[in-house]
């Protein structure tokens, strides 16, 4: 009886799963990119409504606002390390499945899970001792390090489960469970977008219970993903043990190559946020940082899309490019490019048009209006020729083309971003106006620089993978 339930349970979980080898592409990609987007949009909820709430706080919710702005970049480093192990190790776990190898693609999923639970402490540790040293390098002052530090430590307690519940999604995603994936963050998001006013304002624990709130959601969701991948999905997660974590050097190096890629664009995102409010605190005072928390918010909710559709054709490409399938290659990119293209097309238009209203979900703060409309025009002005540097770094990543996917993270945002951020308000005396013109400008010449380069490497070799099946045919 025993045999025939779980016989059932697997044809069920079967069922629920997307078929990578043999489906639709253009359905196959919809139904991942679909649950994915859900997700995504929960899962920026995580910080969102954290803000949303903050900034009606009686009496200081534009002072504490700002605030959560400074504790950003410690936010998005977590997540840089998440995307260090998880996204690093999910392609290559995808194409070792294409290929048919079973044991090398548990290994890879064994050691990513090691790896995200031991950074994950580390970073634990270095957050809480720093906290306050940490928070005046990215520019606080004594009167928002009154607010900034009480989140900021709450918050690292719980740097554990967030990372394994952002890390280890896209395992469940790459073995073709969407829908579960999507639940992972949902069982989260949930219980943040409940607890969050109960703690900040029927507890009247202030910013701290916004901090108090997230941790709370970001364990529930690490407990279902470990549930799933230990319980439910085809390939089950574990700690390597200390025989295999001495054999396995070479796996976390692949790993960690191939996720520098995704790591770089989440903490360069973070030196980005640091530069801008050190130059915008010099500039324009704690108000502009304020205004960047804004934009910074918005452009979390319009990108979240891109991500989800893009992240979500990921497993579909590193699949069959280990199954060494030109073809559906070629289909499922150009399905991915143009999904997001009529997305990116849609929304810019939104921004542009309608900038009030974005504005007004983050704050109701009339002072804060008139700067923050302007800041956001220039800021997306040319937000369209981000969807070419999502694009190719995708694909990039899924083909684990590691050389191809840092140059460009570090380009568009090191080699362009940092740079402009202080010579256009210094050098070329625009003032705050440079800082949110950087953006645009690096979108421009990193977005095309990218796209151009990937479809240069990637044509090429897939006329060579098509070349190489056709005279094995023949043999």
Do not use: H
Not at 112 to 141: E, Q
Not at 227 to 241: P, S
Not at 325 to 334: G, N, S
């Amino acid at each position: 009886m025993g045999l025939a339930n779980n016989k059932v349970r697997d044809k069920e979980i079967k069922m629920k799963r997307i078929d990578y080898e043999n489906g639709n592409i253009s359905k196959s990609i919809i139904q991942a990119a679909i649950p994915m987007l859900v997700a995504q949009l929960l899962n920026l909820l995580y910080n969102i409504v954290d803000r949303i709430y903050i900034a009606r706080i009686p009496g200081v919710g534009t002072t504490a606002l700002g605030a959560v702005g400074l504790c950003f970049p410690i936010i998005v480093i977590i997540t840089a390390f998440s995307n260090l192990f998880g996204t690093g190790g999910a392609p290559i776990f995808s194409i070792e499945r294409g290929e048919g190898d079973t044991k090398r693609a548990k290994r890879t999923m064994s050691t990513s899970f090691t790896m995200l639970v031991a950074g994950g402490i580390v970073l634990m540790a270095i957050g809480l001792i720093f906290a306050t040293p940490i928070l005046r390098v990215f520019g606080a002052s004594d009167s928002a390090l009154k607010y900034a530090y009480p989140y900021i430590m709450i918050y690292m307690i719980g740097t554990v489960p967030s990372m394994i519940s952002v890390g280890m999604n896209p395992f469940i995603n790459a073995q073709g469970y969407a829908t579960n994936g999507m639940f992972s963050v949902v069982i989260g998001a949930a219980m943040n977008l409940v607890l969050d006013p109960i703690f900040i304002f029927a507890f009247g624990l202030g910013i701290q219970g916004a901090a108090i709130a997230t941790v709370i959601s970001q364990t529930l969701s690490a407990l279902y993903v470990l549930y799933f991948l230990r319980q439910k999905a085809e390939y089950k997660v574990r700690f390597l043990n200390r025989e295999e974590i001495a054999g396995s050097g070479k796996v976390a190096w692949n790993i960690i190559s191939l996720g520098t890629a995704g790591f770089i664009m989440q903490l360069t995102n973070s030196l980005v946020t640091i530069c801008c409010n050190n130059v915008l605190g010099a500039t324009g005072g704690d108000l502009y940082i304020s205004v960047m928390t804004i934009i910074s918010s918005i452009r979390q909710m319009v990108e979240t899309p891109i991500y989800a559709i893009t992240e979500g054709s990921s497993p579909i490409i590193s699949y069959n490019y280990g199954a060494k399938r030109p073809e559906r290659i070629k289909k499922a990119a150009v399905t991915m490019a143009l999904l997001a293209l009529a997305y990116t097309i849609i929304i810019w238009g939104v921004i542009l048009l309608f900038p009030r209203a974005l504005i007004r979900v983050f704050s109701d703060d009339a002072t804060l209006f008139k700067d923050t409309i302007i800041a956001t025009k220039i800021y997306f002005s040319a937000f369209i020729f981000m969807l070419l540097q999502y694009t190719g770094q995708t694909i990039f990543k899924a083909l684990n083309k590691k050389t191809f996917a840092i140059f460009f993270s570090l380009f568009r945002k090191v080699i362009l971003v940092v740079p402009l951020t202080y010579l256009l308000p210094y050098a070329f005396k625009m003032g705050t106006a440079g800082v949110f013109w950087a953006e645009p400008i690096s979108n421009i010449i990193g977005g095309l620089a990218c796209f151009i380069t990937m479809l240069f490497v990637v044509i090429r070799e897939l006329k060579i993978m098509k070349k190489e099946k056709s005279l094995s045919r023949q043999k």
